[in-house]
T-cell receptor
Framework: ELKVEQNPLFLSMQEGKNYTIYCNYSTTSDRLYWYRQDPGKSLESLFVLLSNGAVKQEGRLMASLDTKARLSTLHITAAVHDLSATYFCAVDFYNTDKLIFGTGTRLQVFP | DSGVTQTPKHLITATGQRVTLRCSPRSGDLSVYWYQQSLDQGLQFLIQYYNGEERAKGNILERFSAQQFPDLHSELNLSSLELGDSALYFC???????????????FGPGTRLTVL
């Protein structure tokens, strides 16, 4: 059974600080996705990572994938309040298009 | 706005009842996925349809069923509802991957189901 674990589950950050969210998964896959969810809202696609060593950046967020370590990271640079949301990683189960989601990391950025 | 639409936005019903959730995928997307999001189970994949055919099944209860119609919209039917079925139900769509290409799924706004 594929398990996807994120840590931390909750992250409270001060504006301007940097931090990293980790996503570990238990079995082979080379497709990993990051989504953002605002409270009560839908999921917004952030990054698509398709191969070992893939790195994508958008604004203050950067995602990377290490398929050998079965690890993806989402790095936040100089956090701002607008980044407050829950972030999910999702792994494509044996590349079958079936997404297995992590537990989510609730990020709160305060002044 | 992802281009995926879901109706209704909210649904309140009683235990033992049956409801139908509807989803229209983005224009051109052949694949539709259903997910359930609850506080205790998190986000769980339920089922996938591709061009009218069931393609993958996840942790979907026998009381739940889905179908995809020729116009590609999909319906999720939930019957004999229990309190524990209260959750946010999302539909997503994608251009299906073909031999190595990726599968970015775009999510609809969700239907919040409350079972009383």
């Amino acid at each position: 059974e594929l398990k996807v674990e994120q840590n931390p589950l909750f992250l409270s950050m001060q504006e301007g600080k940097n931090y990293t969210i980790y996503c570990n998964y238990s079995t082979t896959s080379d497709r990993l996705y990051w989504y953002r969810q605002d409270p009560g809202k839908s999921l917004e696609s952030l990054f698509v990572l398709l191969s070992n060593g893939a790195v994508k950046q958008e604004g203050r967020l950067m995602a990377s994938l290490d398929t050998k370590a079965r690890l993806s990271t989402l790095h936040i640079t100089a956090a701002v309040h607008d980044l407050s949301a829950t972030y999910f990683c999702a792994v494509d189960f044996y590349n079958t298009d079936k997404l297995i989601f992590g537990t989510g990391t609730r990020l709160q950025v305060f002044p | 706005d992802s281009g995926v639409t879901q109706t209704p936005k909210h649904l309140i019903t009683a235990t033992g009842q049956r409801v139908t959730l509807r989803c229209s995928p983005r224009s051109g997307d052949l694949s539709v996925y259903w997910y359930q999001q609850s506080l205790d189970q998190g986000l769980q994949f339920l089922i996938q349809y591709y061009n009218g055919e069931e393609r993958a099944k996840g942790n979907i209860l026998e009381r739940f069923s889905a179908q995809q119609f020729p116009d590609l919209h999909s319906e999720l039917n939930l019957s004999s509802l229990e309190l524990g079925d209260s959750a946010l139900y999302f539909c997503a769509s994608s251009v299906v991957s073909q031999g190595g290409s990726y599968n970015e799924q775009f999510f609809g706004p969700g239907t919040r189901l409350t079972v009383l």
